[in-house]
């Protein structure tokens, strides 16, 4: 079975600055990773996906994550976030096993920009 | 553009009730899936279902049921509704790799 620990329920950070939201996944098999957007009142969007290659995934947003197979994290950062990125951020994670494109959410980090 | 639709963005609902929430899209998805979003929880599944009337419990099928008849319809009944089941609601549809989400319906049961 598969879980997803979202240490950061809530994170406050300033308008132009730097944002990590970390994400950490438990499996005992290969994985598929994802990010989620949340936007208020609204449903969630794909940010980015890691499927296999390179561990720099880049997503819409300027968004990007890394996939850390040793550490078992998928962290996701931004170099200067705006105030339009307060949202809600889910990562979710699926075993390469799972039929039907059955994924795994985390509880969630609320990410606030400050103005 | 990929769409999610669902019937209500609000609904109140009394306890006892019998309630559909319906989720429409129209990509020709061959999974459709109904979550629950509580604060804290993020998203638990429900059920989902990966054909024209074939479903598969999820992680908390407990008072739920689901019918899908049509492709593109997915529906979530809630037999009886129960104060617990204050929630928003979610539906999603995916061919592969990747949900694509409709807006919700927050559900209020008195």
């Known amino acids: 079975a598969q879980s997803v620990t979202q240490l950061d329920s809530q994170v406050p950070v300033f308008e132009e600055a730097p944002v990590e939201l970390r994400c950490n996944y438990s499996s005992s098999v290969s994985v598929y990773l994802f990010w989620y957007v949340q936007y208020p009142n609204q449903g969630l969007q794909l940010l980015l996906k890691y499927l296999s290659g390179s561990t720099l995934v880049k997503g819409i947003n300027g968004f990007e994550a890394e996939f850390n197979k040793s550490q078992t994290s998928f962290h996701l950062r931004k170099p200067s976030v705006h105030i339009s990125d307060t949202a809600e951020y889910f990562c979710?994670?699926?075993?390469?096993?799972?039929?039907?494109?059955?994924?795994?959410f985390g509880p969630g980090t609320s990410l606030s920009v400050i103005p | 553009d990929v769409k999610v639709t669902q019937s209500s963005r609000y609904l109140v609902k009394r306890t006892g009730e019998k309630v559909f929430l319906e989720c429409v899209q129209d990509?020709?998805?061959?999974?459709m899936f109904w979550y629950r979003q509580d604060p804290g929880l993020g998203l638990r599944l429900i059920y989902f279902?990966?054909?024209?009337?074939?479903?598969e419990k999820g992680d908390i099928p407990e008072g739920y049921s689901v019918s899908r008849e049509k492709k593109e319809r997915f529906s979530l009944i809630l037999e009886s509704a129960s104060t617990n089941q204050t929630s928003m609601y979610l539906c999603?549809?995916?061919?592969?790799?990747?949900?694509?989400f409709g807006p919700g319906t927050r559900l209020t049961v008195l």
């Open positions: 990509m020709d998805h061959e999974n």
């Open positions: 279902s990966y054909d024209v009337k074939m479903k």
């Open positions: 999603a549809s995916s061919f592969d790799l990747g949900q694509f």
């Open positions: 979710a994670v699926r075993s390469l096993k799972t039929s039907y494109d059955k994924v795994i």
